[in-house]
């Protein structure tokens, strides 16, 4: 049975390797720079190197890239436009949603259209909510994505897929798209963007919409209260090792401390994270949520260093317990439920 084993657990040291190397060095290089957004670039190249063993082909690179840098300018173009006009806005981003969450529901478009929602997500929040960052949003957007896709290849090259070796490959689930669940998800999500705007509080925008974004994502709704209940443990396990990992930088501020505290949190959830089960998306998802506690910690966003960590843990667990009571509430009913793929 071991033997049977083996080559799909050495794929997934592999690809737990590459993640970590990516998302380590591409935080650390990050946070040298100065970049405002740290865990951008960091959680492109994640979501890339998770969603298949071998490196992404150079055509499909090219296109995941331009349809997120596509999206990022026309949110750019609707913040601009319509910012000061809530409901045309708000139908629109509504509209964009529905449409991510109707593809996530078919099985299809793979990390991409979770890196689209998040765009859809980040944009707007910050120009309404930050005019400083507003004319800087595309050069951080265009950075992350073009820093995500050097990673990705740079960790294909250090930590390659043998050729040699025949690695089974995962059966993409296409389903019909789910509309009802789509519908219900864009109702969610939306929500919590309207509750972050009106609150004016830019630490819990970067946090709880794409909390609520990707546990949407994760989320069965066959599942047993008990597993959903773990589900949100584990997510909000990402922040917590967020709130050590800053505690333990307090003692050291250096690049080295971030980048061995980055990749030893990375190596235990991302190495999770690539496994072939039911609960690699989990894990991807507390991945999502470290980065992005961790990138606030440490960003140079105007007011991301006065909120406290106990703080933006808070403002997680509500996201989790928001999106998971909506949907209950929310999603419809049926004998044959499915997971999402984010």
């Known amino acids: 049975m071991f033997a049977e084993r083996s080559p799909a657990v050495e794929e997934q040291k592999r690809k737990g390797l590459r993640v970590a190397f990516a998302v380590s060095i591409g935080f650390t290089f990050a946070v040298y720079v100065g970049a405002i957004v740290p865990f951008l670039g960091p959680l492109f190249a994640a979501q890339f190197l998770l969603g298949s063993s071998r490196p992404m082909p ?68 910050l120009g309404i909510l930050n005019k400083q960052l507003a004319n800087s949003i595309l050069s951080i957007l265009v950075a992350g994505v073009l820093s995500g896709a050097v990673l990705m290849w740079l960790a294909h090259a250090i930590f390659p897929e043998p050729f040699s070796q025949e690695v089974e490959a995962v059966a993409i689930d296409e389903r019909p798209p789910a509309l009802l669940r789509a519908l219900a998800n864009t109702v969610i999500l939306l929500g919590s963007v309207v509750i972050c705007l009106t609150s004016d509080n830019l630490t819990a925008a970067a946090v709880i919409p794409i909390t609520v974004a990707s546990l949407l994502g994760q989320l069965d709704v066959g599942a047993s209260g008990r597993a959903a209940m773990g589900l949100v443990l584990v997510n909000l396990f990402g922040g917590v090792l967020a709130s050590a990992a800053y505690a333990a930088l307090s003692l050291r501020p250096n690049l080295l401390s971030i ?54 843990i808070v403002y997680v667990a509500a996201a989790l317990i928001y999106a998971l009571l909506f949907a209950a509430i929310l999603w419809p009913r049926t004998s044959n439920a499915k997971r999402i793929s984010a």
């Open 58 to 125: 150079l055509g499909k690179t090219v296109g995941a890239a331009m349809v997120i840098l596509i999206a990022g300018m026309a949110m750019m173009v609707l913040t601009n436009m319509l910012g000061d006009r809530p409901a045309p806005f708000l139908l629109i981003l509504g509209l964009t949603y529905f449409a991510c969450f109707a593809a996530q529901s078919t099985g299809k478009g793979g990390p991409a259209v979770f890196l689209v929602l998040v765009v859809s997500i980040i944009v707007p929040l």
């Open 259 to 312: 980048f061995l505290i980055v990749l030893v949190v990375v190596l235990l959830l991302g190495g999770r994270a690539a496994a072939r089960s039911k609960d690699a998306p989990v894990f991807a998802g507390a991945l999502t949520t470290f980065l992005i506690l961790f990138g606030l910690g440490v960003s140079p966003l105007p007011g991301s260093a006065a909120e406290s960590f106990a703080t933006r």
